[in-house]
């Protein structure tokens, strides 16, 4: 039996489709274990908003009952951000939910995988997975799946709880283009510096998607990482997280706690050590990631457009 992947598309998206509007794809384990209840439901629902607000339309991407959603509906988002058994689907997961129609919330693996294939070109989230830090070589499937996914992925750097320099040359052995939006440095997610390099510093939308039309007239399949600082006003210096994060690693190890379930725990540790500043930072830098993207894929869409039109009217 060789069936083909089908999309459940919602109304939106599938209108947007067809009248060639610019689409924006976001993440969905971001909702269900990245954040708290209930900033995870007034996230996605902004992200959602702020997207529009800028004339794209956002693609939610997540699991039900084994399908593959791309764009979700009110209650199919309140679904993912309150429901308490929703998994987290990397891209191994995949087979086994579509077998077993589990509900499941996408990570950025997942996420780009799907929106790749559904023809999104744009997809906004918080922070990529990495290389873990620790003896044990864990890698997040975040990194392979951008290495072969022709899509820009806009985000704040990875993680920080990660081990930033290995993240760093991970991508570039595997020829991921990493581009700092209107920064010199690669963003390390609550903190605008890490005092890594990033490939080329861009200002403007239009230069980002100049190199994403390059990198496609060059056959390259992989995403074009497109990097933006944590907005200055609610930026945590990487600094001041040094202890808290020590201590949550500690904890982490001692409560043997690993796979899926690390970043989730780094992450919330963290929250709480912080009164919650790492918890507004994250909310912060999803918004600006969502607006960054909806500008990005307007004018790449503009762009397409016209390209197409120019050959229509070669032709006449
Ligand atoms: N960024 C956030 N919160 C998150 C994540 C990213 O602000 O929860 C998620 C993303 O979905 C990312 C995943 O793909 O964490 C990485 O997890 P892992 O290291 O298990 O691959
Ligand atoms: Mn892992």
Known sequence: MTDNITFRMSTEVEAARAANEALVALESTVIAHGLP??????????????????????????????????????????????????????VRDLPVAVAQKWNGATTVASTSWIAGRAGLKVFATGGIGGVHRGVLPDISADLPVLASTPIIVVCSGAKIVLDLPATREWLETHGVTVVGYQCDELPAFYSRSSGLGVDVRVDSASDVVEIYRAQQALGIKSALLVTVPVPEKFEVPAKALTSSLNEALDQAERQQIGGRDITPFL????????????????IALLENNARVAAQLARVLNDSVLQVRSSCFSDKV
């Open 267 to 282: 992450l919330s540790h963290m929250a709480q050590a912080s009164g919650g500043s790492t918890l507004r930072a994250n």
């Open 37 to 90: 209840h209930p900033q995870n439901l007034e996230t996605a629902r902004r992200l959602e908003e702020l997207i529009r607000k800028e004339g794209a339309v956002p693609a939610t991407i997540a699991i039900l009952a084994g399908q593959l959603h791309v764009g979700l509906n009110e209650e199919q988002i309140r679904f993912i951000a309150e429901d308490t058994d929703i998994k987290k689907i990397s």
